[in-house]
């Protein structure tokens, strides 16, 4: 089975401009969730998707907005680029029969 | 909240050395516990899970045992190699949902 797949891997915006990150899973995996991870902040959860539903939602402002499609390809996007908002973007997904989560190879963010 | 301590990087060995990463952890309930792996660059790669009280996961060498009693989920492994060098990160998921804490993870050097 092919991993997940996420476009782009890497990525430079300016400060103020918005960005769309997208992420494809595991084929047969319903669950995608999205984390960021900074040298500061470690890993943090951004939110989860599953059957195009928001399930679950972390402490980030609400610049950081996500959905996902009938086909469980999931998008997440940033408004009014900060600085701070720098990062590698990583996404998810489960399978129905475990908690486990398994990883794409993350979108690079930098934000000038 | 739900949190995961694990000790602080970075260790340095030499090959064939025993490996130990310890790994505490606070939540609710009962939660499901990981070991993923980062290589530079990469996104994060399940090492190993553990989903109740007493069970053992194990992959390639590495092992780490669920204790309730302690809250622990420590990671070891006999003999390391050259290519184990990479940050390894604790992580739980709690009963309610798949929402990833993850600790701060702990970089392993293997020196020849």
């Known amino acids: 089975k092919a991993g997940v797949t996420q476009t782009p891997r890497y990525l430079i915006k300016t400060r103020g401009q918005q960005v769309t990150l997208s992420c494809s899973p595991i084929s047969g995996h319903r669950s995608v969730s999205w984390y960021q991870q900074t040298p500061g902040q470690g890993l943090q959860f951004l939110f989860e998707?599953?059957?195009?539903?928001?399930?679950n939602k972390g402490n980030f402002p609400g610049r950081f907005s996500g959905r996902q499609f009938s086909n469980s390809r999931s998008e997440m996007n940033v408004s009014t680029l900060e600085l701070g908002d720098s990062a590698l973007y990583l996404c998810a997904s489960s399978p129905a029969t475990g908690p486990e989560q398994y990883f794409g190879p993350g979108t690079r963010l930098t934000v000038t | 909240g739900d949190s995961v301590t694990q000790m602080e990087g970075p260790v340095t060995l030499s090959e064939e050395a025993f490996l130990t990463i310890n790994c505490t952890y606070t939540a609710t309930g009962y939660p499901s516990l990981f070991w993923y792996v980062q290589y530079p660059g990469e996104g994060l790669q399940l090492l190993l899970k553990a989903t109740k009280a007493d069970d053992k996961g194990s992959n390639k060498g590495f092992e780490a045992t669920y204790r309730k009693e302690t809250t622990s989920f420590h990671l070891e492994k006999g003999s390391v190699q050259v290519s184990d060098s990479a940050v390894y990160f604790c992580?739980?998921?709690?009963?309610?949902?798949?929402?990833?804490?993850f600790g701060a993870g702990t970089i392993l050097r293997v020196k020849s």
């Open positions: 992580a739980l998921s709690a009963w309610y949902g798949n929402k990833l804490v």
């Open positions: 998707y599953f059957s195009e539903t928001q399930r």
